[in-house]
């Protein structure tokens, strides 16, 4: 299996402007989840989904933030409008559930200027 | 709510040395307890996990974890460091019988002198 698949894999943008993340997890597994990595914060979990459904958005921080994903095989995380404190690496993840353990991408560079 | 604790922001060694970096959680329920490694610009690598049975679980790259359920700790350990070990180091809790989501810490910078 490829592994966990994040694109793309660096991106640079404006502020303001829309910014689109995008992830394919592993093929068979069942949860998926978007990370987001700051050297201020660490780790930060923004959403996770079972089955293709929301389970826990808490995470998200506003809701400039969006995440979906519309069948087992693609999700994305949506950013409208960015802003410079979004700058970050941003991870996806996915687990087959029973012992969660989870598989993450390389992740995706973001820079907001 | 669970909670872990890295202990070490920073830990730096020189090669072939041995190194444990030290992991204590907080949780009411039995656990789930990993490790992954990151290197630099990559994602996150499972190094080992304890689901359950022996306490002493050995990972990738000869590392090696004891879980020690009274003092809640989770402790990784390798008798002998490389160059490539350079990398940040991830510990992590679950709830088996909970959502999904794992709860990590802060993460431990390993540096490796020659």
């Known amino acids: 299996d490829a592994g966990v698949i994040q694109s793309p894999r660096h991106e640079v943008t404006e502020m303001g402007q829309e910014v689109t993340l995008r992830c394919k997890p592993i093929?068979?597994?069942?949860?998926l989840f978007w990370y987001r990595q700051t050297m201020m914060r660490g780790l930060e979990l923004l959403i996770y989904?079972?089955?293709?459904?929301?389970?826990?958005d808490s995470g998200m921080p506003e809701d400039r933030f969006s995440a979906k994903m519309p069948n087992a095989s693609f999700s994305t995380l949506k950013i409208q409008p960015s802003e410079p404190r979004d700058s970050a690496v941003y991870f996806c993840?996915?687990?087959?559930?029973?012992?969660?353990?989870?598989?993450f991408g390389p992740g995706t560079r973001l820079t907001v200027t | 709510a669970q909670s872990v604790t890295q202990l070490d922001s920073q830990v730096p060694v020189f090669e072939e040395a041995p190194v444990e970096l030290r992991c204590n959680y907080s949780?009411?329920?039995?656990?789930?307890l990993f490790w992954y490694v990151q290197y630099p610009n990559q994602g996150l690598q499972l190094l080992l996990k304890?689901?359950?049975?022996?306490?002493l679980v050995k990972g990738i790259n000869g590392f090696e974890a004891e879980f020690n359920k009274s003092q809640t700790s989770f402790h990784l350990r390798k008798p002998s460091v490389h160059i490539s070990d350079t990398a940040e180091y991830f510990c992590?809790?679950?709830?088996?019988?909970?959502?999904?989501?794992?709860?990590f810490g802060q993460g431990t910078r390993l540096t490796i002198n020659p």
């Open positions: 993840a996915s687990s087959l559930g029973y012992d969660h353990e989870q598989y």
């Open positions: 093929s068979g597994h069942d949860y």
């Open positions: 989904f079972n089955n293709n459904v929301p389970i826990d």
């Open positions: 949780s009411s329920v039995s656990v789930y």
């Open positions: 304890y689901l359950s049975g022996s306490t």
């Open positions: 992590a809790v679950s709830d088996p019988s909970g959502a999904q989501k794992l709860v």
